[in-house]
């Protein structure tokens, strides 16, 4: 476990901060959208959204200080910092357990 602050740190708090948050964004979806409400994928849209966010974490832990060195040494010029790409991979990181959970287990 790393310290507060620090690039991928997890802590029992932010963990289930992240999944409390995941649950009340699916809550808040249904809610929104007056979806028909099903136990099923409430859970499973919640674990995707708590897995993105772990996965953001361990790419925040791993990756982003190495992206931060190659980008520093190699002189490259952009507009996105080595967080934004961490970021990005965490984003896109749901709707791919999402397409993995379908292929392995079919919604």
Request: aromatic residues 14%; proline residues 2%; glycine residues 8%.
């Amino acid at each position: 476990m790393k310290a507060s602050g620090v690039n991928g740190g997890l802590s029992f708090a932010g963990s289930l901060a992240a999944l409390t948050g995941s649950f009340f964004i699916v809550w808040l979806s249904y809610s929104l959208f007056e979806l028909n409400f099903d136990p099923q994928m409430l859970i499973i849209l919640t674990a995707a959204g708590f897995l993105a966010s772990m996965a953001d974490s361990f790419l925040g832990a791993f990756a982003e200080r190495r992206m931060e060195q190659r980008l520093d040494t190699r002189n490259f010029k952009t507009k996105l910092s080595a967080n934004d790409i961490v970021n990005a991979l965490g984003y896109f990181a749901a709707p791919l357990l999402l397409v993995l959970w379908e292929i392995v287990f079919g919604i």
